[in-house]
Every structure is written in C-alpha cells, then in structure tokens.
C-alpha cells in the first residue's frame, strides 16, 4: 500500500465519521455509511441502503440547512 493511498483511505474514514456525526445530530442514521473498500484510490463514501422515511429526514435536514 502507499502512502497516498493510506491518506486517501484515512480521509475517506474521517469523513465518514464527519458525516456520522452530523447525521447524528440530524437524528438519522445510515446503517450502511462507510469508506467504500472496494475502491480505495477513488477515496469513495458508500451511503448505502435506506428506507424511504429516512430518505426523505436526510432531505428535509438538507432544506434546513440551505435556507
């Protein structure tokens, strides 16, 4: 593995914890919200799967919080 490659990884898991933490605070919860291993070089964020209710909490905090 190289270095760029360990800070890509390192940057895609912190920002992982980032948006956690602030979908926390939102009160809602992506089961599935993860660094994507699959692809380490493209530093991808996998939201994953969700119910349509939470969906549509994740639009509603986003509304609020570009007005």
Same mark, same amino acid.
């Given at each position: 593995?190289?270095? @760029?490659?360990?800070?890509?990884? +390192?940057? @895609?898991?912190? @920002?992982?914890?980032v948006l956690? !933490?602030?979908?926390? $605070?939102? !009160?809602i919860v992506?089961?599935?919200? !993860? /660094?994507?291993?699959? $692809? ?7 939201? !994953? ?5 939470? /969906?549509?909490?994740?639009?509603? +905090? ?6």
């Amino acid at each position: 593995m190289t270095t @760029a490659h360990k800070s890509d990884t +390192a940057e @895609a898991v912190e @920002a992982v914890e980032v948006l956690r !933490g602030a979908l926390t $605070s939102a !009160g809602i919860v992506l089961p599935s919200l !993860g /660094a994507d291993a699959a $692809s380490p070089d493209l530093n991808l964020i996998d939201l !994953g799967r969700v119910r349509a209710d939470v /969906a549509l909490r994740l639009a509603e +905090a986003l509304r609020r919080g570009c007005a």
